[in-house]
């Protein structure tokens, strides 16, 4: 769903510039809540306002500070706006807190705006015609240069309905937002609220979410239930991007949560120590930045000292842009197209910004045409470009659709239409679809895909006898680095295309015959009657061997054959029984188990009738398949026994 009515407006300006009080006459709402801003006469922490429209569009108000030991508060407040309302006062003009926090508003990707030009009641006409074509002058070349300048006055209130005619000519040119994507919302304000417990407030930057869900603060691990909502200060059931929500928290303290953080739903998101970004130095920094030069990162509500890795080159110049990977000294959360600030350590001086490529980059070397030629794709590219990229990075192990949300920004729901379609027009594999879906690119599926089976081919030229080859042993030879979950996802996928068979753990080339020779099919005719007759007593490879003077090798293929197709139970490497004795020793075990909760030897016994030389592997093959668990000297009841040999 696309909504116009998610918008947000943030004041900017020098401080004492009459900021709070034009969104007091605006909105009604006196936005300088703290004693000390009070007893001071300024802004140090956010105010928030909802302003409704003439035409009953309904907005939020940011009002930041303007004091400069109070940027940061600035930065927290500017990011996610939507348009800036900046407050030059008619009687001193532009300050260098209006240029910084023009600076500021550039760096964050602000687009539009309008200029409030303050207490015109203390001067006359002829300095506010100059100073309005100074502040024109001064706006040329930025992203205000069109923007209107309405003179106003919040002690006569004259101006005031031209400023709200500006306001909403200005938001009617802003998009729509979506409620797609992630659900974020960075944490600016947490307070307790008499009868309603902590509440947590913040600019929601996508997504939506909904009373009752659980959600999760990051960086850090604390999950509560979200007990209410309000959008602009009116409940809601569900909040949007784009709006001024506040979080009722459920079972939660204030002290546990603190701006910086950013609530999202638990499971989706995950914290990083390393940025991949590009960054823009203004070209009033003071001097250029040097590689692991450390930093003040302003990221949404965050502030985290970082140092700056360049990739590409030495320096950067005041004025000109690169690539770096940000090293955190402390974890963060992040989205691609995320933009941030960049103030120096010391003096404090917003000196750039920028915006992120990858979330949840490894560690780069500098000065690499790889490295570079890779963030330049990302950063370049349409998101199923950017899809492509890191599936081509995770090779044999693919990425499922989870983990592509994270590095892309969709969320799950969304990759997995968009892998869909990759997958419709054959840039992507799908090995797994639905829940857990697990996609490789076209040319890693292509090459895991060649290696197995050119394994497989090798196994059947040289054991024409054997269904196939284990599925544990082909992973040792082709997906040795593999976990257990991609790899069966994998041979599943190539089951799918009729590629290769699946029989339990066996796995073969799908057109694949096991085939004996006459020779070899009257020894299986030999030793099918041999150990038909032994029953669990059969006897052991070597023994075979010997009686039946045939070599321990030629016997292996044949007993490992007869297994396969499920003549045989393979007990151990060297010890076999017909499938009629094994299927009475699992009747005998779930029978004993029926009515008792431990299996001593001298149980065990009675339930086969053989004695310990056969004893003993049998007990260890019913652990092993997890039948039974051992406990000191007994046996208890761990699975079903009714499991194929």
């Known amino acids: 769903m696309t909504t116009q009515g998610h918008i947000i407006i943030g004041t900017a300006g020098h401080i004492d510039h009459g900021k709070t009080s034009l969104v007091k006459i605006l909105t009604g709402v006196d936005t300088d809540r703290l004693k000390e801003e ?9 105010g928030f306002a909802p302003i409704t429209l003439p035409s009953g569009l309904r907005l939020g108000l940011v009002d930041v500070p303007g004091h400069e030991r109070f940027v940061r508060n600035m930065v927290a407040g ?41 207490k015109t009641d203390m001067v006359d006409d002829e300095w506010l015609e100059m100073i309005t074509e100074d502040v024109r002058e001064y706006l040329s070349g930025t992203f205000l240069q069109d923007a209107p300048i309405v003179p106003v006055s919040s002690i006569t209130g004259s101006g005031k309905e031209e400023m709200v ?5 200005a938001a009617r040119k802003i998009p729509g937002r979506t409620d797609k994507g992630i659900f974020r919302l960075p944490v600016d304000r947490v307070f307790t609220m008499k009868g309603f417990g902590t509440v947590v407030t913040g600019t929601q930057t996508s997504g939506n979410i909904s009373t009752g869900e659980e959600i999760l603060f990051l960086p850090g691990d604390r999950k509560t239930k979200l007990r209410g909502l309000q959008v602009h200060g009116e409940s809601v059931s569900k909040s949007s991007a784009g709006t001024r929500t506040a979080l009722n928290l459920q079972g939660i303290d204030k002290d546990e949560i603190h701006r910086g953080q950013t609530a999202v739903r638990a499971g989706v998101l995950r914290s990083t120590l390393m940025l991949d970004a590009k960054v823009r130095l203004l070209p009033s920094a003071p001097r250029p930045l040097k590689n692991r030069e450390r930093v003040r990162l302003h990221l949404y509500t965050a502030e985290i000292m970082t140092r700056t ?62 490295v570079i030629e890779r963030l330049k794709r990302l950063e370049e590219g349409n998101l199923q470009d950017r899809v492509e990229v890191f599936l081509e990075e995770a090779g044999d192990f693919g990425l499922e659709a989870a983990n592509l949300s994270v590095r ?47 394994a497989l081919e090798k196994f059947h030229q040289a054991n024409p006898a ?37 029989d339990g753990d066996i796995v073969a080339i799908g057109s694949h015959e096991a085939k004996l020779t006459p020779e070899q099919e009257a020894l299986a005719g030999k030793l099918m009657k041999l150990l038909d007759k032994s029953q669990v007593s059969a006897p052991f490879l070597p023994e075979i061997s010997e009686d039946l003077k045939v070599p321990p090798a030629d016997l292996k293929t044949v007993l490992n054959l007869l297994s396969d197709r499920g003549d045989l139970a393979r007990i ?74």
Request: net charge negative.
């Open 408 to 454: 892309t920004g969709l969320d799950t729901p969304e990759m997995k239409e968009l892998l869909s379609r990759m997958d419709d027009d054959s840039k992507v594999v799908l090995a797994v679809t639905g829940d857990g879906t697990l996609a490789y690119s076209a040319a890693s599926f292509d090459r895991i895909k060649e290696r197995l089976l050119n």
């Open 165 to 169: 005619a500006a306001i909403e000519a």
């Open 572 to 645: 151990k490497d060297d010890y076999f029984i017909v499938s009629r004795a094994h299927e009475s020793l699992m009747k005998g075990v779930e029978e004993y188990f029926s009515t008792r909760q431990e299996m001593a030897l001298a149980d065990f016994r009675e339930i086969v009738n053989t004695t310990r030389k056969w004893m003993i592997p049998l007990l260890e093959y019913l652990d092993r398949t997890q039948v039974t668990m051992r406990k000191g000297d007994v046996r208890i009841k761990r699975g079903s026994v009714n499991r194929e040999p």
């Open 38 to 46: 009070k007893e001071r006469g300024i802004t140090i922490e956010l």
């Open 309 to 370: 890795i360049i990739l590409e080159g030495e320096v950067i110049q005041p004025g000109e842009e690169g690539l770096i990977q940000l090293r955190l000294e402390e974890p963060a959360i992040a989205l691609p197209g995320d933009r941030f600030v960049i103030r120096s350590y010391s003096p404090m001086a917003t000196i750039g910004g920028g915006h992120i490529i990858d979330p949840l980059p490894g560690k780069h070397r500098r000065n690499r045409p790889p």
């Open 466 to 502: 054997r269904a196939g080859i284990g599925r544990e042993e082909l992973r040792m030879r082709v997906a040795r680095q593999l976990p257990d979950r991609p790899y069966r996802n994998l041979l599943a996928a190539l089951q799918d295309l009729s590629a290769i068979a699946l």
């Open 78 to 118: 500017a990011t996610g706006i939507d348009l800036v309302l900046l407050v030059i006062a008619a009687d001193e003009g532009v300050m260098p807190q209006t240029r910084e926090h023009l600076d500021i508003c550039q760096l964050l990707g602000v687009k539009d705006g309008v200029i409030a030009l303050t």
